[in-house]
């Protein structure tokens, strides 16, 4: 029988005492006939109802979740007691609550304080309660267990996947599904606490992911957390080691491990590395997301990683097939504190981190933009503006053409005017999430320009650049070299462009503004050698290499 069955044969009982406790062994199926199991449909209408007629904003609501960890033979088992109370109510005026029981959840007993149920309708996990408070507080205490084998893996999942599981003798990571009661229409946020109350190591560490954010916790110690979206979270726990340190600006940084496991990278580089990369970030876009952050490796031997507010979870430091720090994995983690993190940009996120990282990279001496530049050439079969969730398919459009989209537009802006409007971005998104027009908006805003051409261009289209050099014209005279050709788009993009040539004694760079096409003129003290397009990988476009009179065309 689902928890959902065990609510419903509870609240009949509970109608004759303000105190009861129903445990899954006492169905009763004539119970069940009494109490109203409904269509979602009907579910759905009355709930509507509820939530329009209803208003409850002085509601109080505090949860309490007590975990128990232990091992067992085939893996892991663990008992949480739950306990909701809720504050502010006023005794025999009657209110509408809303519980659901996780379908996961193997249910013990349930207890109500201080409560009568006077009427109920209950759609799978869901039940909707017209409740008699008693007094002017009242609580649920939900009682239930679970357990987790050694074959309940789900260690390909991402590390902030609901289903994310990974049970080993030293460290485990779990689902957890809670019961929670909503308040229709309540303005007053949960506040909810979490008590790690005991684990199969006597020195563990472990961390909730909640809301993507790592709340580290002590065995023993209640820590408040945030109040968890769809009542699910993540625990990692186990034996691990720390390595702590500080960046310039006075951010924490705490490096974990697991203890017997043998590592080729030396933790203290990842601590430097990742203060390189925070404290580059706080430089570049003035907000500091977090003071404390968790550099975490889960070492699954896999080169993936997830980051949050306040830290990163890496599935290994080095590369795969390579020897030394993946770099470039931590920093895009951590780009993800503000860009996921301390602001929501939906599937641009991938993009802005994926621009972060290649910017710390160039920073430290490592340019990797031709990389990106060829990734992102392949799969561009949608818009950008189309594409509603971070899916592999759409990895090379989301990742690549999305960032070296942005790189374009610091092109376009100049530096200044683009990382003011970067950290304008950030400010203006803080704690929400922003879609494309927003992002436009503030642009065009802290620039002073219209930039619906760009965003057009780019982001609603699935074409890029793509340039041709013709009707080149060489003259030489007075020992000078009068060099002119004509650039084409044949896609028709409006984009300022790079022009680079080189001769025996050195370089020339122009920008022009290519509309269509534009003719361009050099005057030389050398014959030219090459002429170079987008020489600095400013934006993604056709690539290709030809050679006219003697003088070979690149377009990069």
Known sequence: MKPTHILLALVLIILVASTATYS????????????????????????????????YSNYEVVALFNLSLEKSILGVRGNMVEQISLGNLVANEPIWIEIYIPEKVHLRSVQFSHINILKSACYKEWCLLLINPLSKD????????????????????????????????????????????????????????????????????????????????????????????????????????????????????????????????????????????????????????????????????????????????????????????NKRLMAHELAHSWFGGYADFGVLNEALATFSDLYVENKFGKNRYSVVEDKALHGDTIPIVKITKNVPEYQHILYYKGTLIFRSLQFVLGNEAFFEGLRELLNECYGRECNLTDVQAVFENVSGRNLDWFFKGWFYSTKVPDYDVKNLKLNQKAGRYFLNFEIIDKNNFTMPLEVEVLTSRGRIIKKVWVAGSVRVNFELEDKPLKIILDPNEWMVNINRREEIDNIEVIIE
Request: charged content about 20%; overall charge neutral.
């Open 138 to 325: 009242g609580a649920v205490t939900f009682n239930y267990s679970f357990r987790f084998s050694f074959t309940e893996q789900n260690e390909d999942a991402p590390f902030n996947d609901p289903c994310y599981t990974s049970i080993e003798r030293e460290k485990i990571a779990l689902p957890l599904s809670l019961a929670s009661i909503g308040i229709n229409s309540a303005t007053t946020a949960w506040k909810v606490s979490f008590l790690l109350f005991k684990t199969p190591w006597k020195d563990a560490k472990a961390f909730l992911i909640v809301n993507q954010t790592l709340v580290p916790l002590t065995v023993g110690e209640k820590r408040v957390i945030p109040t968890p979206q769809n009542s699910q979270f993540l625990l990692f726990a186990g034996r691990f080691r720390e390595i702590p340190g500080n960046t310039t600006q006075g951010i924490t940084i705490r490096v974990y491990y697991p203890q017997d496991e043998v590592f080729e990278i030396f933790p203290g580089e990842v601590l430097n590395w990742s203060k390189d990369v925070i404290s580059t970030y706080v430089h570049l876009y003035s907000i500091v997301p977090s003071g404390n952050y968790y550099i975490i490796n889960w070492n699954t031997g896999k080169a993936k990683g997830n980051g949050f507010l306040n830290g990163i979870i890496v599935g290994m430091w080095s590369a795969k097939g390579d020897i030394g720090l």
């Open 24 to 55: 899954h062994k006492n169905r009763n199926s004539a119970i069940l006939n009494v109490t109203e199991s409904i269509s979602f449909e009907d579910y759905a209408s009355l709930r509507a109802k509820v939530i329009s007629e209803y208003n």
